[in-house]
C-alpha cells in the first residue's frame, strides 16, 4: 500500500488532527514527521476534547499503531506528561512508537529559546519558547542530542559536555545568565530512559515493513506550509519542514511510496506569531471570526490572527506540496456572513499579482483583492453531502476549489467527529 501525507496548506492550525482522526480507522500507521510541541492538534469526539501537542492523532485509535518519526523534536518530561494525560482519560498509549534517531529537546534548548526571543525585542519571530529552534540548529550543527543516546550514560554526558561547552559562554557572556551544569543535565534526561525504553525503535524499518505488509500508513505534519524553513514565510517560520518533502526525511519512507498528498484548508485563514497576513482582519470580522471558530492556540493559548481566504496560499500550497487532494475545514464558521470575501490575488505597489511574490518585502506589502461571494444562513452542522448544503456554501466550495486548483475532497462543517461531507476517497 501507498503512504498517504496529510500537510497544512495554510499557516497551520487548519484542522489536520480532525483530517487524522476521520481517516484513523482505515489506516494502520499515523505518523508525526516533524516538529515538536509549539504544535497542536485538536480533537473531539462526542462530548470530549482532546488536545495533543507531541502525540500523532491516531493515538485516540485503538487499532492504530501512532508513530514520532525520526524527524520530531522531543521533550521528554512533555511526552510522558501528554501520555498520562490521555490514559488518565481512558486513552491506551501503550502502542506508540519512538523512533531512536529523534532528537531531544534539554533544558538548556528551552532556556536559549526565551531569552533569545527577549532579547530580540520588536524583531522577535514569534516562537513558543519551548526550545524547538534551538534543538534543531542543534540537529543540523551536529550537536544534538538523540532519544538512544539515553540509553549509554557516558555517551549522553560527552554530548551534553560538548553541547555547554559553547552554550554556557553564551548564556553567561551576552545573556548575563547562570552557566549550566553538565551533570545536572546529564542526571535530568537520564531519569527519562527507563520511561521512553519501551517505546523506543527504528521506525523506519518499522515503517516500510509495513508498507511491504500493505499497511496504510498516515503521515501527518504539524504547522503548516507557510511555516516550513525554506518555503515559508521566513524568517516568520518554524525549523522544519511541514510539507510534503518533509514527510519523507522525517519518517524514513521514500518519496516513491507515497502517491497521495492532502492538503488541510480552512475556509478562512489564521495564523500565529509574527509574519506577513495579507488578508489579516482589524475588525469586527476578524473578532468574529476568532470567537465563532474558537480561534486559540492548542499548545500556548495565544489567540489567532484572523482573515479571509486566501487562494494564491492555496495555490502555493498545492504547488510545493504536489497536492492531490483539498480537506475544508470549519466551513460552518462562516455561516451567517451576508457576503464572503476571497482574496483571488495581490495588489503590490499598483500591480496586480496572482501569485505569492517572489521576495519577502514584496509580500509584506501585498493588499488583498478580493471577489466577493454571496453567503448563506442556514445551520451545515448536520450536512453530510453537499448536496445537504445551502446552494451558495455549495458555491463557495466551488469556488474555492477552482481557485486552488486542487480538488476538495472532503468539508468539515462542524467540531464533531461525523461532521464532515466526504466528497472524494482519500484512501482508496
Not at 196 to 203: E, G, I, K, S, Y
Not at 310 to 323: H, K, Q, S
Not at 340 to 345: G, L, Q
Request: glycine share 12%; charged share 25%; with cysteine.
Amino acid at each position: 500500500m501507498p503512504a498517504i501525507v496529510l500537510v497544512g496548506a495554510q499557516w497551520g492550525d487548519e484542522g489536520k488532527g480532525k483530517a487524522t482522526d476521520l481517516l484513523g480507522g482505515r489506516v494502520d500507521y499515523v505518523v508525526r514527521y516533524q516538529g515538536g510541541n509549539n504544535a497542536g492538534h485538536t480533537v473531539v469526539i462526542g462530548d470530549r476534547t482532546f488536545a495533543l501537542h507531541l502525540l500523532p492523532s491516531g493515538i485516540l485509535t485503538p487499532s492504530v499503531v501512532p508513530v514520532i518519526g525520526n524527524g520530531v523534536v522531543i521533550d521528554p518530561s512533555v511526552l510522558l506528561e501528554e501520555m498520562r494525560g490521555l490514559e488518565a482519560q481512558g486513552v491506551d498509549t501503550s502502542k506508540l512508537v519512538i523512533s531512536a534517531n529523534a532528537h531531544l529537546i534539554t533544558p538548556y534548548h528551552v532556556t536559549l529559546d526565551k531569552v533569545t526571543e527577549r532579547f530580540l525585542g520588536k524583531a522577535k519571530i514569534g516562537t513558543t519558547g519551548r526550545g524547538i529552534g534551538p534543538t534543531y540548529s542543534d540537529k543540523i550543527a551536529r550537536l544534538g542530542i538523540r532519544v538512544q543516546d539515553l540509553f549509554d550514560p557516558s555517551i549522553l554526558r560527552q554530548k551534553v559536555e560538548g553541547a555547554l561547552d559553547n552554550k554556557n559562554q553564551v548564556l553567561v557572556k551576552v545573556f548575563n545568565r547562570r552557566a549550566l551544569d553538565v551533570d545536572a543535565v546529564s542526571e535530568e534526561l537520564l531519569q527519562y530512559a527507563d520511561a521512553l525504553r519501551p517505546f523506543v525503535a527504528d521506525t523506519s524499518l518499522l515503517l516500510n515493513e509495513a508498507l511491504d505488509d500493505d499497511k496504510v500508513v498516515l503521515l501527518e505534519g504539524g504547522q503548516g506550509t507557510l511555516l516550513d524553513v525554506d518555503h515559508g514565510t521566513y524568517p516568520f517560520v518554524t525549523s522544519s519542514n511541514p510539507t510534503a518533502g518533509g514527510a519523507s526525511t522525517g519518517s524514513g519512507i521514500g518519496p516513491t511510496r507515497i502517491t497521495r498528498v492532502c492538503g488541510i484548508l480552512k475556509a478562512y485563514t489564521t495564523r500565529v506569531g509574527s509574519g506577513p497576513f495579507p488578508t489579516e482582519l482589524f475588525d469586527e470580522d476578524g473578532e468574529r471570526l476568532r470567537t465563532i471558530g474558537g480561534e486559540r492556540g492548542v499548545t500556548t493559548g495565544r489567540p489567532r490572527r484572523c482573515g479571509w481566504f486566501d487562494a494564491p496560499i492555496a495555490r502555493f500550497a498545492t504547488r510545493v506540496n504536489g497536492l492531490t487532494d483539498i480537506f475544508l475545514t470549519k466551513l460552518d464558521v462562516l455561516t451567517g456572513w451576508e457576503r464572503i470575501p476571497v482574496c483571488v490575488a495581490y495588489d503590490i505597489d499598483g500591480e496586480r499579482v496572482d501569485e505569492i511574490p517572489m521576495t519577502q518585502t514584496d509580500f509584506h506589502h501585498a493588499k488583498p483583492v478580493y471577489e466577493y461571494l454571496p453567503g448563506w444562513s442556514e445551520d451545515i452542522s448536520g450536512a453530510r453531502s453537499l448536496d445537504d448544503l445551502p446552494a451558495n456554501a455549495r458555491s463557495y466550495v466551488q469556488f474555492l476549489e477552482d481557485a486552488s486548483g486542487t480538488r476538495i475532497s472532503a468539508v468539515g462543517v462542524g467540531q464533531d467527529r461525523d461532521a464532515t461531507i466526504s466528497i472524494h476517497d482519500l484512501i482508496g
